[in-house]
């Protein structure tokens, strides 16, 4: 890779989902200098880019606040996080959704950092930051019955 500063990587939540261990196998080849063959992960030979520096990863399709904590986990602070209907869809408009998102994130990396365990607290550690944020209260209410299912087409 030469000259990419960001890829689209699958998300594993939202639209656009693909499975878990093959995106966060993508997600280490475009970040780390040397990777290892590891067929389970969708990296099919070994990589060492050496000295090029990384790429960071964009999640993107379908993303709103309540999957803040699942894409904190999984891309955590390296990453590009793309909420184009799930900042423009606050009925309160692009501003608060903006600001909706960003509590989001704040409260998941805080969480993060003090140890707690974001895939089995985050919906908690969402409502929580609802009681201060007037924004994402609203988001919250918006998305909450948001799914997409169906089935994973970038499997191994």
Request: glycine share 12%.
């Amino acid at each position: 890779m030469s000259g990419g500063d960001h890829i689209h990587s699958g998300t594993v939540v939202g639209k656009l989902e693909g499975e878990r261990e093959i995106t966060l196998g993508f997600v280490d080849l475009l970040r780390d200098d040397f990777i290892e063959k590891d067929r389970s992960r969708g990296i099919y030979f070994t990589q060492d880019w050496v000295s090029l520096p990384g790429v960071l990863p964009v999640a993107s399709g379908g993303i709103h606040v309540w999957h803040m904590p699942a894409l904190t986990e999984i891309f955590g602070d390296d990453s590009v996080l793309q909420f184009g209907g799930g900042t423009l869809g606050h009925p309160w408009g692009n501003a608060p959704g903006a600001v909706a998102n960003r509590v989001a994130l704040e409260a998941c990396v805080q969480a993060r950092n003090e140890g707690r365990d974001l895939a089995r607290e985050g919906n908690e550690i969402i409502r929580e930051a609802c009681k201060w944020s007037l924004e994402l209260a609203a988001a919250c209410e918006v998305w909450k019955e948001i799914k997409f299912e169906f089935e994973a087409m970038d499997t191994l």
